[in-house]
T-cell receptor
């Protein structure tokens, strides 16, 4: 099956610094990727849709200037948390829909393993 | 907007069947999914069902969909301790083809030996 990787898997940073998280589709191309955030004991909430070659689409309440998204290529999307604060500590997960000749109508998505961000 | 709800916790004995329930509100959902998340880990797709199906079985997993009541369930037969995890149901969003998912709050399944 299709594989999505994330890097780093975990990061600890000081308040005020910026952190970049990478999401890669390893064996398929993804013109669209999704970024989710999961706080402890809560569900995944969609933050933004990353679009290759165009601007990301942000969900209501998500600050686009704080969470910078760059879809640099068909296999890479990056999320940069700028001037991170302790309330940004969370589990960030990306996903990419995989469309094949067989599965094009299945809306099958593959999730990365997640990145745990802790801001001190 | 879309809303997906689940009960928060389920405890069963090893060997029993587990049934995890989910309700959703978006009648235009195309696909409904069940994901498993173990502590500190990402999401593992367990199974999915297309909205024109009533039931899907995959080994120990049985998914039932009642589209009229917008109710989805996941039955795990012969539940094992390794099944202990959080289970999320999710639906696809029908909005300009973005295909992002809306997740339920998750059900924590605890399997007692």
């Amino acid at each position: 099956g299709a594989v999505v990787s994330q890097h780093p898997s975990w990061v600890i940073c000081k308040s005020g610094t910026s952190v970049k998280i990478e999401c890669r589709s390893l064996d398929f191309q993804a013109t669209t990727m999704f970024w989710y955030r999961q706080f402890p004991k809560q569900s995944l909430m969609l933050m933004a849709t990353s679009n290759e070659g165009s601007k990301a689409t942000y969900e209501q309440g998500v600050e686009k200037d704080k969470f910078l998204i760059n879809h640099a290529s068909l296999t890479l999307s990056t999320l940069t948390v700028t001037s991170a604060h302790p309330e940004d500590s969370s589990f960030y997960i990306c996903s990419a829909p995989f469309i094949s000749g067989r599965a094009e109508n299945r809306n099958e998505q593959f999730f990365g393993p997640g990145t745990r961000l802790t801001v001190l | 907007g879309e809303d997906v709800e689940q009960s928060l916790f389920l405890s069963v004995r090893e060997g029993d069947s587990s049934v995890i329930n989910c309700t959703y509100t978006d009648s235009s959902s195309t696909y409904l999914y069940w994901y498993k998340q173990e502590p500190g880990a990402g999401l593992q797709l367990l199974t999915y069902i297309f909205s024109n199906m009533d039931m899907k079985q995959d080994q120990r997993l049985t998914v039932l969909l009642n589209k009229k009541d917008k109710h989805l369930s996941l039955r795990i037969a012969d539940t094992q301790t390794g099944d202990s995890a959080i289970y999320f149901c999710a639906e696809s969003i029908r909005d300009t083809g973005r295909r992002a998912l809306t997740f339920g709050s998750g059900t924590r399944l605890q399997v007692q030996p």
